[in-house]
């Protein structure tokens, strides 16, 4: 089963940290990312530029409008993603707990419809 792993975090706190920390903890991301895509359970992963970079795209009466930022205002953002393939729940929560940001952000673990519009 697909599950796609939205990681969240507060750019200020990670902001926080040292920069040899936050090379450390990228390190360590990249290291599990690795072992995961090794044992064939890493489909996709990718961090996300900050916050600020990001466009909320909106059609309302067949106009559209963009607006700089997120779409709402919230204590976590977006941080990035992992699609990994597993055969369950309780591995996708155990890959999930094992990402370095689960330690001071928190990770989302969502299903994947097998209906996708690409492959």
Do not use: W
């Not at 929560?93 to 996708?116: C, D, N, T, W, Y």
Request: with cysteine.
């Amino acid at each position: 089963m697909k599950y796609l792993c939205l990681v969240y975090l507060e750019e200020k706190i990670l902001n926080g940290f040292p920069s040899h920390e936050r090379r450390a903890i990228s390190d360590e991301a990249m290291s599990y990312c690795e072992k995961l895509q090794k044992a064939g359970q890493l489909l996709a992963a990718s961090p996300l530029h900050p916050v600020e970079t990001a466009t909320t795209v909106r059609v309302r009466d067949g106009k559209t409008s963009t607006t700089d930022g997120p779409f709402a205002e919230t204590k976590e953002q977006l941080g990035g993603f992992l699609m990994i393939d597993v055969p369950d729940l309780n591995d996708a929560i155990r890959i999930a707990a094992q990402f370095p940001a689960a330690r001071f952000g928190s990770v989302e673990v969502r299903p994947m419809k097998e209906l996708g519009c690409a492959d």
